[in-house]
């Protein structure tokens, strides 16, 4: 191993190299792969006779990929993670964010800016959604949520603010919509795989979590296949 002494600090400086040479595989069998979430990993409990799964309502994923139902507090469930899949897959396919500037200068969430540009994309949601969210936002959590700042929450409403849509449907923060849709957003394709990636994404990208693919029928979508 080559050193030297650094003449003005006095330490040992040493040489070192990056060529590792090849691979080993010998050894690769010991390796056990690891499968990572999006935030704060969280189970789904099974509740009724029939046992279906239950609805999470706490706040999961990280702010540019959170579900639409989070934020609204319709409850949530295995579906989120297909959302997530969708932005994820836009962001590494096409080397841009999805959603930009969701975040003030000094760095609070800003989750009237995420669904104006949802809207944006995805058109206004549907009036069964936001049914769910008045019903369901306001139900207090056990137990309640603390912040780095020690600022309490109980519920949905407190956490992500709101409501940000009035009685009729209306979005209440308009002024925030960019003129901006998912075709226009696919400059870099040609326009026979662009019509296979925009079909693809918006199987992940909806509104109702139930009208979002499986893992299962995506990967039997021409996208990924053809």
């Keep these: 191993m080559q050193c030297k002494t650094d003449p003005e600090t006095g330490r040992v400086v040493y040489r070192c190299h990056n060529n590792f040479g090849p691979l080993d595989p010998s050894g690769l069998g010991n390796i056990y792969p690891q499968i990572t979430d999006f935030g704060a990993a969280t189970s789904l409990g099974t509740g009724g006779d029939d046992g279906a799964v239950q609805l999470g309502t706490r706040p999961i994923q990280p702010d540019y990929y959170r579900a639409p139902e989070v934020i609204l507090g319709c409850g949530w469930s295995y579906s989120a993670d297909i959302w997530n899949l969708g932005v994820m897959m836009w962001n590494i396919l096409e080397g841009t964010e999805l959603f930009t500037q969701l975040q003030d200068a000094e760095g609070t969430y800003l989750p009237e800016a995420y669904l104006a540009q949802m809207i944006a994309l995805l058109g206004p949601p ?48 308009n002024e925030l919509i960019p003129a901006r849709n998912l075709e226009d957003a696919l400059p870099s394709r040609e326009a026979s795989d662009k019509e296979a990636f925009l079909s693809f994404i918006n199987q992940m990208l909806t509104w109702l979590p139930e009208e979002r693919k499986t893992a299962r029928e995506l990967m039997e979508h021409p996208f990924l296949n053809d």
């Design 126 to 173: 549907p009036k069964k959604l936001l049914v769910m969210s008045e019903s369901m936002a306001q139900v207090e959590w056990s137990p309640d949520i603390t912040d780095e700042r020690g600022k309490i929450f109980k519920n949905n409403r407190e956490y992500f603010g709101g409501p940000f849509f009035d009685e009729e449907g209306k979005f209440l923060d």
